[in-house]
């Protein structure tokens, strides 16, 4: 990993943690196991890969990264409570998140499922505790992140997942799996940094066009790597796209052409960030080279 990407993520990474930390209920507030589990599974590590692009987003656009800290860790607390749904076994079954076992293997299905619900709710606490600015308010960000992790988005992404089990799919019916399940978050991560930032509408639509292609990608990859990569550099168990028989960009396209298309979309993501100056795009190219050649 280039130096710079390094410095960029650890400085996102240390701000975010210490203000989840301050935000989240302590683990011996009652009721005392509901908040150890928020808590195991939110500081299990992860990539902390939307409030990075969160703060970024808002840097660029001429904010300090405060004005989208809590922002940013609402969008890792919501995608804290869908990877707990995610794995419980009425969904993914699996046994391994963040390297560690997941939320029910450790606290029970119950309390996994209401760990989740509990980040969920959260995380709109925290959005709510967002600056207002000339152009957005709190109504602005509460519903733009609604609007990503709703019915139609997020979870109806899942919804499509589950309903498309055991049949081969279009890659049109793929694409719309994950444009719900991972593009809308990453896409919200880029549209409330800005939106935190005062964006103007112009701005607002490169960050919209860069998150729609790097979502994607991102997908994309992480479908590539379930098949080249280990559970221990993924942190999560692998391979089982493919022993599920669950349909994937390589599954359907190979992996050469996935890689490709991964790569496409990366560059169309990059040009579309030309609104901004050459250093307001820097860290977000830099961020979008970390995501196409990552390992994990
Ligand atoms: C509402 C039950 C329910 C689920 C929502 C989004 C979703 C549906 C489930 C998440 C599980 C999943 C595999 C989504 C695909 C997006 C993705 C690759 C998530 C993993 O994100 P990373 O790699 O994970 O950023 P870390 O652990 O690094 O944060």
Do not use: W
Not at 157 to 175: I, T
Not at 198 to 210: A, V, W
């Amino acid at each position: 990993m280039p130096r710079d990407i390094k410095t960029l993520i650890l400085e996102s990474v240390t701000l975010v943690e210490a203000r989840l930390d301050a935000l989240l209920p302590n683990e011996d507030i009652s009721p005392s196991t509901l908040h150890k589990a928020m808590r195991y599974s939110i500081f299990a590590g992860g990539k902390r890969i939307r409030p990075l692009l969160c703060l970024e987003a808002a840097k660029a656009c001429g904010a300090t990264p405060e004005a989208a800290l809590n922002a940013a860790c609402a969008l890792e607390t919501l995608h804290t409570y869908t990877l707990i749904h995610d794995d419980l076994p009425s969904m993914d079954n699996d046994d391994l998140r963040r390297g560690r076992p997941t939320s029910h293997k450790v606290y029970g299905e119950g309390i996994a499922i209401l760990a989740g619900d509990a980040l969920l709710t959260e995380a709109f606490a925290m959005l709510a505790q967002s600056p207002s600015n000339e152009r957005y308010n709190v109504g602005n960000y509460v519903r733009e992140l609604a609007h990503q992790t709703g019915s139609k988005k997020l979870v109806g992404g899942q919804v499509l997942d589950l309903e498309g089990e055991g049949r081969e799919l279009s890659l049109d019916e793929l694409r719309a799996i994950h444009n719900g399940k991972t593009t809308a978050l990453i896409l919200a991560s880029l549209r409330l940094g800005g939106m935190c930032a005062n964006c103007s509408s112009e701005q607002l639509k490169s960050l919209s066009d860069f998150g729609n292609n790097l979502g994607l990608a991102f997908q994309i990859i992480d479908d590539i790597l379930d098949i080249t990569s280990t559970p221990e550099m993924m942190g999560k168990s692998i391979g089982k796209d493919e022993k599920v028989q669950k349909a994937t960009y390589p599954a359907i396209v190979g992996l050469d052409q996935a890689r490709s298309e991964a790569r496409e979309l990366t560059a169309a993501a990059r040009a579309s960030l030309n609104v901004f100056s050459a250093k307001r795009q820097e860290n977000l190219l830099a961020i979008s080279d970390y995501l196409l050649n990552r390992n994990y």
